[in-house]
């Protein structure tokens, strides 16, 4: 591995950016391979909908290695605890060869979750717990957890449900002293890919009819004859949400079409405010023109490390 400072590089930015093309021709030219930090794409058989382009880690005529794609069943629930350990264990592999790992993706928070090293654990249901904290007022469901840890959170108190959540997580820790909640802490070079609004929603719009084209319908129509229940397709959002309302005749053609494009760019939305929080958090983003030529984006990424 080259010496750097870095241990870490994430390419980063909203959907339609062109971000993927950017990781697998940077790992080519460190010899390095890709985690996907993206939260669908680690289903199985969901592949037009989640956008998974397995054929652009080909790259000059060789595989270029990739990490958290396919690694699930469709119609699971897949979440960001099992993705922070499933991330750590792709990572190690990696770094173990003496190459530099390259998280690539637009989901936030999984990025949050690895980068940040948030604590996460698999806190399991306390039902004794919740029955005596529902009897509890919204008041008293607040002392109890300022008094189990510093509340900076303050989406703890949005809900009763959220808040009795972070009661018996805390409760959970407390009683159980023995558990780590280290995680590793790494050195990252964010690079951020982003294009304007208008070319952004161009892509968006032509990204999607390609799609359609491509088997998006037969894709959806397929999970669900294979037996995934149409409202745990939905529950994935975007794509596999507004395909299945077509598909089981509850939206026409061209309901589907434009409440999905609409939903596509509010999410492409979303994940831009995303990245602009994690910058206001200290998270420094070097954002780079998604219009430049590929080799000069990776000259750029390569002069930064």
Not at 104 to 122: Q, R, S
Request: charged share 30%.
């Amino acid at each position: 591995m080259d010496k750097t400072k870095y241990n870490l590089i994430t390419i980063l930015g909203a959907t339609a950016t062109g971000k993927t093309t950017v990781a697998v021709a940077l790992a080519d030219r460190l010899n390095s391979e890709i985690i996907s930090a993206d939260s669908r794409q680690v289903y199985r058989r969901m592949d037009i909908g989640t956008g998974k382009d397995i054929d652009e880690y080909q790259f000059n005529e060789k595989q270029i290695p990739y990490h958290l794609i396919d690694i699930v069943d469709a119609g699971t629930k897949y979440n960001v605890y099992e993705y922070q350990k499933d991330f750590l264990q792709a990572y190690n592999k990696i770094f173990a060869k003496d190459k530099l790992p390259v998280l690539c993706g637009g989901t936030g928070m999984y990025i949050d979750a690895v980068t940040k090293g948030y604590k996460l654990i698999n806190v399991p249901v306390n039902e004794n717990l919740r029955e005596k904290l529902e009897l509890k007022t919204n008041e008293e469901l607040e002392q109890i957890l300022k008094s189990l840890k510093n509340t900076h959170n303050k989406s703890d108190f949005d809900t009763r449900k959220r808040a009795i959540r972070a009661i018996e997580i805390e409760d959970y820790y407390k009683n159980n002293p023995d558990i780590s909640l280290d995680y590793p802490k790494f050195n990252t070079l964010f690079i951020g890919i982003d294009v304007d609004r208008n070319t952004r929603r161009k892509r968006i719009t032509n990204r999607l009819k390609a799609r359609l084209e491509e088997g998006m319908i037969e894709e959806v129509e397929n999970l669900l004859k294979s037996g995934i229940a149409a409202e745990d397709l939905i529950y994935y959002g975007l794509e596999y949400k507004f395909l299945t309302m077509y598909v089981t005749g509850e939206i026409n053609r061209n309901d589907m079409f434009q409440k999905l494009e609409s939903a596509i760019h509010q999410f492409a939305k979303r994940q831009m405010t995303w990245f602009r929080g994690m910058e206001r958090k200290g998270a420094i983003i070097n954002w780079i023109d998604g219009r430049m030529p590929t080799d000069e984006k990776i000259d750029k990424i390569i002069s930064l490390l």
